[in-house]
């Protein structure tokens, strides 16, 4: 099987896989990294989104081979692992956003790619970036307010 | 019997540990002997001979607390710990949580004392035992029915009372004082000028030399509302443990567990339930890397699961794999070569559209009587020019949680070791070790027999991603249990997939029901309810036992519905009118029925609710006008008096329980819980004010817009809600504000409170607008989330508004869970008439309006 460099959360690994293996399950199985999560395999649901060079990515649905040239960061690598947290997982704490938090490392990936684009999003741009991500237990209400917090706006 | 004698008959009796003891022992063996360092500092010493839930690290002072129920968003872990801890004084910085495995006999909670009397439902079904339980081993980690803090509150309390009392008699012993000069706070004993931390050992040793304290006096004990810290959030937000790691990306849910040498497990099932393999050919699927071994899941003895097979799986292929995605690859070789035989199989010929026409025949003809008044409802009732008429629709859905199934088994020397995101610990415990036994899955387990598959079943909990009812079912956890008996020695990870969670969900029921009644002038004189929905019961049994199991769970005998489902919204139907009948039709099911998140509630509530407004119109009425006439003056519903034998209340007593303590001490043991229609119309008359109904009603009328009303009583908890909708110039529908109030007693965790309604409303929303399974041949027609939708952020409404009444604070708390969805699909019906659309009787509603997607 042919060898990948992937650049994770500012670390170089170097991994053996199918070429058409999806990027999350490069991250998950291979470099044990389980923050990132499953939830359709087909871009629907967005729990698995990371960055690519700090878009926000679904990475069931890019195969390890279209990413190994880029930077790659995940919900582990947003807070530089023990440094201060993100705006956004701080305002998420704040607001008691999260219920089972399966979906909540994709919808703070998702966001964080939001502000980076839009530093004071509205409710629209808001819509538009997060529309990708569902979370069942419907904290979609929150997780427009910690938004609005993240970015210092009315929350 | 004295509390030495009893528990000494316990162990006797073999029912083993678990009475609840109120007090600290703390045996000096235990302190310095035969614990080991490590055990120690994990696990602490037990505070309380059979405790459970609380043990402490000496020296350290570490109060670690074991969570026993299932975290799957409500914040239970931390909510009932922080319950224990505020009763105990603990400082929540020095507090631990530690989640339970399955050990459901560690966390039954007996009477702490002997009850002679005859106690009414629902504790006479435990009287065959020898002990009395006010929550019995059996369900008591299962987290379903809304029912974690309504049951716990109290023994969490009495848990952290008699420990404080405890540590404040053993301090009035170190320092020579009067035990009333010892006050707790905040991890310190204080007396005078004096002090001790929680984990001296001095305190400690003194506290292993008292006995239990007495029931009585540990009542006597608890805090005053007063003096909470936590508890209804009085001094401090309640804590929630697991929310730093949430945002980090750092807890372990099902999938994430890494064990040497473990391989990953994906399953081809038979679409069609009780469906059989006829031949398969595994020489594609093994040529794929990584791909180790292609393997049947069922021993060949055993019949395909599904309608009637408890929770025996499907019949299905398993490729077992290096990672995930060669067994994603090694599935899709194998796929094509499976040939299913469904030839003799009753339900390859489900269709769920031909199904809706025979729910609708079911309804036609008289059905088992549910519940009457004294007089009679009969044909002369009804006057043509008066009657109204309608049928409701609900299909099946699916639960979808965010977590697909998944479950990580090993089997090793006649021993097998699970992890895995269930609800229901101790039933997918017994599962499992059902097939590890060999025994038959409908077959009754005796005490023995439990207690042997607690010892060679190990189950470990992580953090649910999400449940809604789907992972009450122990199915996927019984297909990894499978695997790992033929993989002897090697950790198998099964992982489903989203279309395996869409494609082989135990599917809420689908359901019919059919409303007449008649109004004359303004009020209504008659009405009927029929309901037929596919009951759980017909998935779970075969029907050779469906009357011994209707016995057992309260009237319906298979195809009709069960007493657990009836009492979801049918025998406590809220409205006074003169004359009721309320029946139940059969259906039959042919694909796998479960729970969803408020199950019957959901369609019970659809159609009484939507049919009120219906009433309200012909009568000329204002819907919450008219709603509260129907609901009559606050009264107690008196089900017995009008032909309901067993009202199932989410298994609690209606009535309180005052039973004499230690001596001649009458204490209230258990607090009722009727169905009171005072709350009912307390949280209408409360959303009518927070939504400003009367004006918003007057000032959108005749316009595009509007407001709809609906109220229910589900999991002994009362909501209201108010849904405010528009149409724009292309009739999309908007959701302005959705209002809604909810009396659940004492809000424990006012924050979690709110967070699950406000999900009520998303999840009701969802299923309303937008939920729909259908089946074809007998197989599910949906797969993914692109033709299973599911409500996003740009569908939701911008205003969601949380009320929650204020209560006494010695009511006693109620479920919250589930209480949220049942009034969000009547009440966006209602809204939708009342902005000039169409009236849907059906679910998914997108069919008739245009919702935005």
New interface residues.
């Given amino acids: 099987?042919p060898i990948f460099q992937l650049n994770v959360n500012g670390k170089r690994h170097t991994v053996n896989?199918?070429g058409n293996?999806?990027l999350l399950?490069a991250i998950?199985?291979?470099l044990?990294?389980?923050?990132?999560?499953?939830?359709?395999?087909?871009a629907?649901?967005g729990?698995c989104t990371v960055h690519l060079d700090g878009r926000a990515v679904r990475s069931c649905s890019v195969d390890v081979g279209a990413a190994q040239l880029s930077n790659i960061t995940?919900?582990?690598g947003?807070?530089y692992d023990g440094g201060e947290?993100h705006p956004?997982?701080k305002a998420?704490?704040e607001l008691?956003?999260?219920?089972?938090?399966?979906?909540?490392?994709g919808q703070?990936m998702s966001a964080a790619a939001l502000l980076k684009a839009h530093p004071h999003p509205d409710?629209t741009q808001?819509?538009?970036a997060?529309?990708g991500?569902?979370?069942?237990?419907?904290?979609?209400?929150?997780?427009?307010a910690a938004i609005h917090k993240a970015a210092g706006d009315r929350t | 019997m004295s509390n030495v004698t009893r528990r000494k008959f316990l162990r006797d009796a073999g029912i083993g540990a678990g009475a609840l003891v109120w007090g600290c022992y703390i045996a000096p063996d235990d302190l310095f002997g035969k614990l080991s360092l490590p055990k120690l500092i994990h696990e602490g010493v037990p505070l309380g001979k059979d405790n459970f839930f609380v043990s402490i690290v000496p020296i350290e002072g570490t109060i670690v607390i074991t969570t026993h129920r299932a975290e799957m968003g409500q914040g239970i872990r931390s909510s009932l710990a922080a319950v224990l801890a505020d009763e105990m004084e603990a400082d929540w910085d020095r507090v631990r949580l530690i989640q339970a495995r399955a050990a459901s006999d560690k966390y039954a909670i007996k009477f702490p004392f002997e009850v002679k009397n005859e106690l009414p439902f629902p504790y006479e079904k435990t009287y065959t035992l020898k002990e009395q339980y006010l929550i019995p081993a059996e369900g008591s980690q299962f987290t379903d029915s809304s029912r974690s803090m309504t049951a716990y509150f109290k023994p969490m309390r009495l848990f952290g009372a008699g420990v404080r009392l405890t540590f404040e008699r053993a301090t009035a012993k170190v320092f020579n004082v009067d035990v009333s000069e010892c006050h707790a706070r905040q991890h310190k004993i204080y007396a005078g000028n004096n002090s001790i931390d929680f984990g001296d050992p001095r305190l400690l040793f003194h506290a292993s030399k008292l006995g239990d304290p007495k029931y009585v006096d540990v009542d006597d004990a608890l805090k005053k509302p007063k003096d909470w810290v936590f508890i209804n959030a009085a001094k401090k937000p309640m804590p929630f443990a697991d929310a730093e790691d949430m945002v980090t990306g750092k807890p372990i849910y099902g999938a994430d567990y890494h064990l040497d040498g473990m391989l990953t497990a994906m399953i081809e099932r038979c679409p069609v339930a009780n469906g059989q393999i006829k031949s398969f050919d595994a020489t594609a699927a093994l040529a794929v890397p990584g791909v180790r071994n292609v393997q049947r899941v069922l021993p060949p003895n055993l019949p395909p699961g599904g309608v009637g097979q408890a929770f025996i799986p499907h019949a299905g292929i398993a490729v077992i794999a290096d990672n995930t995605w060669a067994a994603l690859k090694g599935r899709r070789a194998l796929r094509p070569t499976i040939v299913w035989d469904n030839d003799q199989n009753p339900n390859a010929a489900y269709d769920s559209t031909n199904f809706r026409q025979t729910l609708k025949d079911s309804t036609a003809s008289k059905g088992n009587l549910v519940r009457r008044t004294k007089a009679d409802v009969t044909d002369a009732d009804f006057d043509s020019a008066n009657t109204v008429e309608a049928e409701y629709y609900v299909p099946h859905l699916a639960q979808a949680p965010m977590e697909p199934p998944v479950a990580t088994a090993l089997f090793k020397n006649g021993t097998i070791e699970i992890w895995a995101p269930t609800q229901n610990p101790d039933g997918a415990q017994q599962a499992v070790g059902r097939v590890l036994l060999n025994i038959a899955p409908e077959a009754d387990l005796d005490e023995g027999t439990k207690k042997r598959i607690r010892e060679i079943v190990t189950l470990h909990m992580p953090l649910l991603g999400g449940g809604f009812g789907r992972k009450s079912k122990p199915d996927y956890i019984i297909e990894a249990a499978f695997l790992a008996i033929q993989n002897p020695g090697v950790p198998i990870r099964l992982q489903w997939t989203r279309e395996d969670d869409i494609q082989f969900s135990y599917y809420n029921a689908v359901s019919s029901q059919y409303m007449k009644a008649n109004v004359e002038g303004k009020k209504t004189t008659a009405l009927l309810q029929r309901s037929a929905f596919t009951s759980f019961f017909g998935t779970l049994f075969p029907e050779s036992r469906a009357k011994a199991r209707a016995e057992m769970f309260g009237g319906g005998v298979y195809p009709y519905g069960s007493g657990i489902e009836r009492a979801q919204g049918l025998e406590d139907m809220p409205f006074n009118v003169p004359k009721l009948l309320i029946e139940n039709c059969p259906a039959k099911n042919y694909i796998r029925v479960g729970w969803m998140r408020s199950v019957a509630n959901l369609y019970h509530a659809f159609a009484i609710g939507s049919f009120a407004d219906e009433l309200a119109r012909k009568a000329g009425e204002d819907s919450k006008k008219y709603l509260l006439e129907l609901i009559g003056e606050g009264r107690l519903l008196d089900l017995p008096s009008e032909k309901v034998a067993l009202y199932r209340n989410n298994e609690l007593p209606i009535d309180i329980i005052n039973l004499p303590v230690e001596g001649s001490q009458v204490r209230q043991i258990v607090p009722g819980y009727p169905p009171d229609t005072h709350h009912l119309r307390a949280v209408v008359q409360k959303v009518a004010e927070v939504s400003q109904w009367d004006d918003n009603v007057r000032k959108y009328s005749g316009t595009r817009r509007g407001l709809g009303i609906a109220a229910h009583r589900s999991f002994l908890s009362y909501v209201a809600t108010v849904i405010d909708v528009s149409f724009n110039e292309k009739d999309e529908l908007t959701i302005n504000n959705v209002y809604t109030v909810v009396d659940c007693g004492l809000a424990v965790n006012p924050d979690r409170v709110k967070a699950q309604m406000e999900g009520a409303v998303v999840y009701g929303l969802s299923a309303a607008l937008l939920g729909e399974i259908t089946v074809k041949n007998g197989a599910v027609e949906q797969h993914n989330f692109d033709d299973y939708p599911v409500l996003r952020i740009h569908q939701t409404p911008r205003n969601i508004d949380v009320t929650i009444m204020e209560v006494d604070k010695e009511t006693p708390p109620t479920g919250i869970g589930e209480v949220g969805v049942p009034t969000i699909a009547p009440a966006l019906a209602n809204a939708i008439v009342a902005a000039g659309g169409p009236r849907i009787r059906e679910i998914p509603f997108y069919r008739k309006v245009k919702v935005l997607l």
């Fill in positions: 099987m896989v199918d293996m999806p399950w998950r199985d291979v044990g990294l389980k923050g990132t999560k499953f939830g359709c395999g087909v629907q649901c729990a995940t919900i582990e947003l807070s947290l956004c997982q998420w704490i008691g956003v999260p219920q089972c938090g399966f979906c909540q490392p703070i409710d808001i819509d538009d997060m529309r991500n569902i979370c069942r237990c419907g904290t979609y209400p929150r997780i427009r």
